[in-house]
């Protein structure tokens, strides 16, 4: 295409470029917007992808499990992170809950003992639950019950649901405990449960403790209210002045058969993970209450309790006919009971 030229009046010469065509200039730029759009859209598609990924890997590392790394290889199997069917665990879903039962006879301090570790802040002890007896029928009444404690589904005034760091309650040894034995020991090993074992070194105290109780239970000395256990020294004085009657014939036998019943229970249950206390130690020694915290692998905290001891003093102010138990008891493997103190 020859150029165009125009002359100027005083001699300058101006050369004119042809016109490029509008269509050219226009595939240019759309070829130049394509590329852009297709870098950014491969920069938007690349971020998505790594966003969805962390969300997969970070919703995988959740559910992959609260792993308490503190926690020493040794008592893994024993720190557990229950998924409640009735609530949320919420913010405390990872941390680890240890799963224990109180094994005792009755007026042995159970539910003493049971009142100071209620007072920790992250206990969960739910009592005497089976002393209901459609709860201890058979093996599979047994075991479902023990599922819905230790899911956390169980509630009484002393749970603390979403923080419980440990979760149990009180077994009586005649609450059908003694008789599945075997099943509850397989039970507690799977599902990584410890015992505490609470019992009375002088069993002639508990006898007293037992039969003083079972008259109450009728004769409900507290202005018509029957209390097996009470909060003040005016209640405790009050309940302290019957004086049961000993049977003779059959005391010797009768402490024989509990010291006989303590030793198969320690015998049926020494492959569980286990302490065993005595509630004369833990009257006498409250820093045995610390050994029940590092076994439980609880924070460490001061434990109360407003509960109040009945029974003070020699036994000989708290039986009837203390002569003749005295001359009973006097040879036998059971004298040192006369004259030992828990007080």
């Not at 047994?142 to 603390?160: C, E, G, M, P, Q």
Request: overall charge positive; some cysteine; glycine content about 4%.
């Amino acid at each position: 295409m020859a150029e165009a030229i125009c002359l100027f009046t005083k001699g300058t010469i101006i050369i004119k470029s042809p016109k490029k065509s509008p269509i050219f200039l226009r595939m240019i730029v759309l070829v130049f917007a394509m590329v852009c759009g297709v870098y950014i859209c491969s920069v938007c598609l690349n971020q998505t992808n790594f966003g969805t990924t962390s969300k997969l890997l970070n919703v995988e590392i959740n559910k992959r499990h609260c792993c308490d790394y503190e926690v020493d290889r040794s008592q893994t199997p024993y720190a557990h992170y229950p998924k409640p069917e009735t609530f949320t665990r919420a913010e405390c879903a990872c941390n680890p809950v240890r799963y224990f039962a109180i094994f005792s006879m009755q007026r042995s301090g159970s539910g003493w003992f049971e009142t100071l570790l209620n007072s920790h802040t992250n206990v969960s002890s739910n009592g005497e639950i089976f002393s209901v007896k459609e709860r201890r029928n058979n093996v599979t009444s047994i075991l479902t019950t023990l599922d819905r404690v230790y899911n956390l589904d169980w509630f009484t005034s002393a749970s603390k649901n979403q923080c419980s760091a440990a979760v149990g309650f009180k077994w009586m040894l005649n609450q059908g405990l003694m008789e599945n034995h075997k099943e509850i020991v397989e039970y507690f090993n799977n599902r990584g449960v410890s015992v505490i074992f609470l019992f009375r070194r002088n069993l002639l105290r508990r006898m007293v403790s037992v039969l003083a109780n079972s008259f109450d239970r009728y004769a409900k000395l507290l202005n018509g209210t029957h209390k097996s256990h009470v909060h003040s020294l005016e209640e405790a004085d009050t309940l302290s002045r019957y004086k049961p009657v000993i049977d003779l014939s059959s005391l010797v036998t009768d402490l024989k058969q509990m010291d006989q019943r303590v030793s198969e229970a320690l015998e049926y249950f020494s492959s569980t993970r286990h302490i065993r206390l005595y509630y004369e130690d833990l009257v006498k020694n409250r820093t045995k209450l610390v050994d029940v915290q590092d076994f439980l692998r609880l924070p460490q905290m001061e434990l109360t309790s407003r509960q109040v001891k009945i029974h003070k003093g020699p036994l000989l102010e708290h039986i009837k006919n203390w002569d003749d138990v005295n001359k009973a008891l006097k040879g036998t493997m059971y004298e040192k009971f006369l004259h030992y103190n828990d007080y």
